[in-house]
T-cell receptor
């Protein structure tokens, strides 16, 4: 059974204090790993798709990396507007359109 | 933003009543999905569609039905709502990339449903 866990559950950072969020996954075959940002009362907003171990993608202060068992979302010099819940999801090669989401990491960046 | 709208955005209903939620897209994407989001569970797939009149079950499909009569519309129906179906419901769309690549999903704004 596919599983996705995320840690920490919640993270508080001071503005400018860099850190990383973890997404650990178990799938029989990885078709894709996704990162989303979700603000309160809104739908998830797509950030990145990673396909294979060693792949990295960047967007502004965010950088996502992927290994065979986990993915990291690195946040460099965060700003208060980066405060949100960050969701990780995987798509299994064997199960078509079944996407499995993790519970998310709630990030707060204090000014 | 991907052109996805959901209606209604908020709904309060009573146990035993039927409820229909609508998802409308303007992107002409082939795939459409319904998820529910609950504290401690993350997003869970209810049903999805891979074309007009083509649908399949997800992880938590019991008590829900769906229909897709047009590419742009995907309806989720709770035939007889129960309190356990109180949740936030999200619609998503995707367009299959190449066979070697995955299907990035784009989400709508959500519908908050309360069943009393």
């Amino acid at each position: 059974e596919d599983q996705v866990t995320q840690s920490p559950e919640a993270l508080r950072l001071q503005e400018g204090e860099s850190s990383s969020l973890n997404c650990s996954y178990t799938v029989s075959g990885l078709r894709g790993l996704f990162w989303y940002r979700q603000d309160p009362g809104k739908g998830p907003e797509f950030l990145f798709t990673l396909y294979s171990a060693g792949e990295e993608k960047e967007k502004e202060r965010l950088k996502a990396t992927l290994t065979k068992k986990e993915s990291f979302l690195h946040i460099t010099a965060p700003k208060p507007e980066d405060s949100a819940t960050y969701l990780c999801a995987v798509q299994d090669d064997d199960y078509g359109q079944n996407f499995v989401f993790g519970p998310g990491t709630r990030l707060s960046v204090l000014p | 933003d991907a052109g996805i709208t959901q209606s209604p955005r908020h709904k309060v209903t009573e146990t035993g009543t039927p409820v229909t939620l609508r998802c409308h897209q303007t992107e002409n994407h082939r795939y459409m999905y319904w998820y529910r989001q609950d504290p401690g569970h993350g997003l869970r797939l209810i049903h999805y569609s891979y074309g007009v009149k083509d649908t399949d079950k997800g992880e938590v499909s019991d008590g829900y039905s769906v229909s897709r009569s047009k590419t742009e519309d995907f309806l989720l129906t709770l035939e007889s709502a129960t309190s356990s179906q109180t949740s936030v419901y999200f619609c998503a769309i995707s367009e299959r990339g190449s066979a070697l690549m995955s299907d990035t999903q784009y989400f709508g704004p959500g519908t908050r449903l309360t069943v009393l």
